[in-house]
């Protein structure tokens, strides 16, 4: 089965959602998230299942067995069907109304990027500033740069005479030795 984005769906996230699946269990859990193929995501999920009755026992009763999953992730394929448990809780509601009207604090919004000149940087407030004088890190005179000298030699420069002049016989043109022009029935490659 295949969804589209502006389903109906999407109007029950955050809801506490019963799902029965196809082995006949049923697990309840926050409905969290579904894609296109109907998987879920189920937060906080508790399974029931249906057991036989006890071999010793002559009554038709069936049992029932709870088991705490957690958070889930169902195939779409074994959905059959969804109902609607319980809306979302209203502690997360609140929280967000809480975290959307706290307090400014003493921060400074800036902004940065590309072609938008920053403000001078003030000096940073101390411990904030980085590493503490003489506490992990290089001493300060080993991050300043070195004036390099050249190392003394003990012997002069030598010097080395000019090579002979290269004589070429005619018609051969200059370059490395024994290249020339292609003789009579020579190919050059």
């Known amino acids: 089965m295949s969804m589209s984005k502006s389903s109906k769906m999407l109007q029950y996230i ?41 071999k010793g026992k002559k009554t038709n009763e069936e049992r029932e067995d709870l088991r705490t999953l957690g958070l889930v ?50 000096q940073a407030q101390p411990g904030l500033a980085g590493p503490v004088r003489g506490v992990g890190g290089p001493a300060p005179g080993m991050m300043q740069p070195q004036i390099s000298r050249p190392p003394q030699l003990s012997a002069p420069p030598l010097s080395y005479p000019n090579p002979p002049p290269v004589i070429r016989p005619p018609g051969q043109m200059p370059g490395y030795p024994g290249q020339g022009p292609p003789q009579n029935g020579e190919r050059s490659t």
Request: with cysteine.
């Open 14 to 54: 955050n809801y506490r959602m019963r799902v029965t699946i196809q082995e006949g269990r049923q697990l309840v859990g926050k409905f969290m998230a579904f894609d296109r193929h109907m998987n879920l995501v189920l937060g906080d999920c508790e399974e029931f299942r249906k057991l036989p009755p006890a």
């Open 73 to 122: 992730l169902l195939r779409g394929e074994d959905v059959i069907s969804m109902t609607v448990e319980g809306p979302p809780p209203p502690e997360e509601s609140r929280a967000k109304a809480v975290s959307a009207a706290a307090l400014a604090g003493p921060g400074i919004g800036r902004a940065a990027g590309r072609g938008i000149p920053t403000a001078p940087l003030v």
